[in-house]
């Protein structure tokens, strides 16, 4: 059964924030970037910290802690949409790999993402729509 690792809430609710280390010690950034024309429209996008991965935030870990790592996120979107109710549209996309940069389709983490993202956002409040690599999220009605 996946955890749910312990986390740093921002002490700035709207900045948006987060920050968390798997028990294999990896340590997770989750930023909730807003768009310059509506600062009620956020962009998810998150990734590994530790310097020994050279940079690369997007790597593949291999650690084990997939379903953890994504249930904390999904917490953490949880937290950040309870303290910022407002928020009415959210995107992401998963980093291309290899000869996923040569074309505009959803990549595998894409499609990996939009499974959790329909756990987490209830159709009745929101609608889930792709184009491209792109997942859109728009509320319907507040919950």
Request: cysteine-free; charged content about 25%; proline content about 5%.
């Amino acid at each position: 059964m996946p955890n749910i690792f312990p986390y740093q809430i921002p002490a700035i609710p709207s900045s948006g924030v987060y920050y968390f280390e798997s028990d294999a010690g990896v340590q997770y950034e989750v930023r909730f970037g807003r768009k310059h024309s509506d600062i009620l429209s956020v962009n998810i996008v998150f990734g590994v910290r530790n310097d020994e991965y050279e940079g690369e935030e997007y790597i593949l870990t291999n650690k084990g802690e997939f379903f953890s790592v994504m249930k904390t996120i999904e917490s953490i979107i949880h937290d950040f949409l309870t303290n910022n109710p407002n928020i009415h549209s959210i995107e992401f996309a998963g980093e291309p790999a290899g000869e996923e940069l040569e074309n505009d389709l959803p990549t595998k983490r894409t499609k990996v993402y939009l499974r959790h993202a329909q756990r987490i956002f209830s159709s009745e409040y929101w609608k889930i729509t792709t184009k491209g690599n792109k997942v859109s999220i728009e509320r319907l009605k507040n919950d």
